[in-house]
């Protein structure tokens, strides 16, 4: 079991029930016929301002669909992933009214004394990472190819990088080995030597499940919750080996201010 993650509640949308249960006593009764994809939608969002006062960032609309939904139908249109587990947070209930009862949720009850590290702690420790999955930020809005290609790319462990858009400061960066592996992950890597720009979308099979775990259990094991999730990564690739997919130029956007959510709208205001 992972630590900092006990007391994780996981229950079918709608919920119909306030109990807690142990991690995997839930997840046990779902048959896993596909594979799972985890999106990561615990945090407020609070550079957004008062966008996200009263609302998850998950929740907010683009082009008349919330970044959540749009997820969600992306998901429905591949048709090679199940069952979808939100791990949710801030106003989680407000999330558990916004989708239907397909959807299954992980509760991230210390949201807000810990960064997204905690998050995939508490899909890890209820069962979820265990025979490998798909993994979304709950605020990455995309074009339904960039999923296609990922699910359909040759390397079973990939993350999805864009090496087209110019990155700055604020960018989560990879860099390659001579192997064309992925070496390292950070912000403060150089753009000049940096391959691209990690997008917040990832696929990992069972032994990159377990090596991911082993990561995430020794992080979290040092208290390190102030950590971002590539922390995690960044250990696993020194022994597992996880490859970029790339964008190919399609559209994608990570919403993190309203300059993002302005320029969201203005790149799928055409659907």
Excluded at 137 to 153: Q, T
Excluded at 265 to 270: Q, S
């Amino acid at each position: 079991m992972l630590p900092q993650t006990k007391g994780i509640r996981s229950s079918r949308f709608p919920r119909t029930t306030d109990a807690w249960v142990f991690p995997g006593d839930f997840t046990m009764k779902i048959k896993k016929t596909k594979t799972p994809v985890v999106i990561l939608a615990a945090g407020r969002g609070s550079r957004l301002g008062e966008l996200t006062e009263d609302k998850p960032k998950c929740l907010l609309e683009v082009a008349g669909s919330t970044m959540l939904e749009r997820q969600i139908a992306a998901i429905k249109a591949v048709k090679k992933l199940s069952p979808v587990v939100v791990v949710t947070g801030f106003k989680h209930e407000l999330v558990t009214d916004a989708v239907d009862d397909l959807i299954l949720e992980c509760y991230n009850r210390g949201w807000d004394k810990a960064n997204n590290i905690a998050s995939l702690g508490v899909a890890a420790d209820a069962g979820w990472l265990d025979d490998g999955f798909v993994l979304f930020n709950a605020d990455v809005v995309f074009k339904v190819e960039i999923l296609e290609d990922l699910l359909s790319f040759e390397r079973p462990c990939a993350l999805v990088v864009d090496n087209v858009q110019r990155m700055g400061e604020e960018e989560m960066k990879v860099e390659l080995d001579t192997a064309g592996r992925i070496a390292k992950i950070a912000k403060t890597l150089d753009p000049a030597t940096a391959a691209g720009e990690y997008t917040g979308l990832a696929k990992f099979d069972k032994t990159g499940a377990a090596a991911l775990k082993n990561a995430l259990a020794l992080l979290l094991g040092e208290g390190r919750l102030g950590e971002w999730y590539e922390a995690a990564f960044q250990i696993m690739f020194s022994v597992h080996d996880v490859y970029p997919c790339y964008t190919k130029g399609r559209h994608w956007i990570e919403v993190d201010t309203p300059e993002d959510l302005e320029q969201a709208n203005m790149l799928f205001g055409g659907r």
